[in-house]
């Protein structure tokens, strides 16, 4: 008995030789259902890390745009400290959030794409490449013939070698373009752009610069129908005039509002919107054609009658071709300190002039001021002065007069969502300033 159950165990019991061996259909079904299930989490993980993305940018937008209004009212009704107090606190928080949420969403993108991947491989995940240019390493300038052939036989227009910053290797930085500006000949150009990443902490901090033809241009300074003088009976047009349409080439955003920095002096049309003090940064618009930037009291002594426009506003970012130590320092930059403002991360706007004198005009995100004064700085600027912040009041609109004599606007930026014939509309409430190309 005992042999025969033995036997029947025995028998029961294949071999590992007579095992039946599995199909290739049942081990590749597992692994493809492995494999769908891998990249279906991955979109669903990208397509949430897209949807968060917008989701964020716009709620930046719109809190910056119903910021500026709120602010605005509670500095008619309880005073500027108050107010002040109010943005000083929206702007610690916007920096943290900002922050924060570009690393939760680099967390979501990078990571978890890199593992699936490797799934998809049997692989383990490998390591990331590694840059060839360290943090301390300069960004490599060799200039891309294909970008910059049309302006190698440059008239006039001189474009200065971009500085590298040390903290960011993009190859996207480090050139002028001119394609898709409205330049009347390609080969002799009276405006380029370049842009360039200021941090490494946060690739989407960006800064936009425009380099204008001080030869061939004209600058024009308007005051706003409410500021910066209205608060004194001395209220401005808030318009282009009809007479310098025709044209038109570029119009951007004046600085601080007269009642949030009464220091900040400006003079156009004929008329004193706010005295001109000492010790300010200064932009100075000449009835010969030139453009003068630099400090009131040093540069400029006094208000001349060649003076056709004279615009003020806080200190100078770049002097001398260096980032002005006096950034950092506790000056009045609108209603708060400049050193309290450092590390604000916001929108800002700022313009400059090269060792050429030709002129800048820059929009940035997710900077402060220090990453926009050395912004200006790697893009040649010998004086640089910061204009206003935040939206909706950050703003360069580029002109293009079609064939058929109408003329088309553009934002020079997706995060402005004003429209850009704000300053040709009418009435508007702040002051700005624009450029018009000379007769040939």
């Known amino acids: 008995m005992q042999g025969e159950s033995r036997e029947a165990t025995e028998a029961s019991v294949p071999s590992v030789s007579e095992a039946p061996s599995q199909s290739p259909a049942s081990s590749v079904q597992p692994r493809r259902r492995r494999r769908t299930i891998a990249l279906g989490a991955a979109a669903g993980i990208l397509a949430l890390a897209v949807g968060a993305e917008v989701a964020i940018h716009e709620m930046r937008v719109r809190a910056s745009e119903q910021g500026s209004t709120i602010s605005n009212i509670v500095r008619e009704r309880w005073g500027n400290q108050r107010a002040t107090q109010i943005e000083q606190f929206a702007f610690a928080y916007d920096s943290i959030f900002v922050t924060t949420t570009y690393w939760a969403g680099e967390a979501l993108t990078t990571g978890p794409t890199a593992v699936v991947r490797a799934m998809i491989a049997s692989e383990p995940p490998s390591a990331p490449e590694q840059s060839a240019a360290s943090d301390d390493d300069a960004v490599d300038l060799d200039q891309d013939t294909s970008q910059t052939s049309a302006v190698s036989e440059r008239a006039s227009l001189r474009l200065p070698e971009l500085i590298p910053l040390n903290e960011v290797d993009s190859k996207d930085d480090g050139y002028w373009i001119t394609d898709g500006l409205p330049n009347r000949s390609a080969l002799d150009p009276v405006v380029a752009e370049t842009w360039i990443h200021p941090r490494r902490a946060l690739p989407k901090a960006l800064v936009h610069i425009l380099i204008f033809d001080t030869s061939r241009v004209s600058l024009h300074m308007v005051a706003g129908t409410r500021s910066p003088g209205a608060d004194r ?127 800048l005009v820059a929009t940035g995100d997710y900077i402060d001021q220090t990453h926009m004064a050395r912004c200006m700085r790697a893009a040649g600027a010998q004086v640089a002065m910061l204009m206003d912040n935040n939206l909706p009041y950050v703003q360069t609109v580029l002109a293009t007069h079609n064939e058929n004599g109408s003329l088309s606007l553009r934002n020079t930026r997706s995060f402005m969502r004003a429209q850009p014939d704000r300053y040709l509309a009418g009435n508007y409430a702040y002051d700005f300033m624009y450029l018009t190309e000379r007769a040939e």
């Open 233 to 359: 009976g001395v209220v401005g047009p808030g318009r282009i005039p009809e007479r310098d349409r025709a044209t038109l080439l570029a119009a951007w955003n004046g600085g601080f509002q007269g009642t949030h920095a009464p220091d900040y002096g400006m003079f156009a049309d004929g008329k004193e919107y706010r005295p001109l003090n000492a010790g300010l940064a200064t932009v100075v618009a000449y009835e010969d054609g030139r453009i003068a930037m630099g400090q009131w009291g040093r540069d400029f002594k006094t208000r001349t009658p060649d003076m056709l426009a004279v615009r003020q506003n806080s200190v100078l970012i770049v002097d001398g071709g260096e980032v002005s130590p006096v950034i950092k320092e506790s000056v009045k930059f609108g209603l708060v300190n400049i050193g309290d403002t450092q590390n604000f991360i916001t929108w800002r706007s700022a313009i400059g002039l090269t060792a050429d004198g030709d002129l």
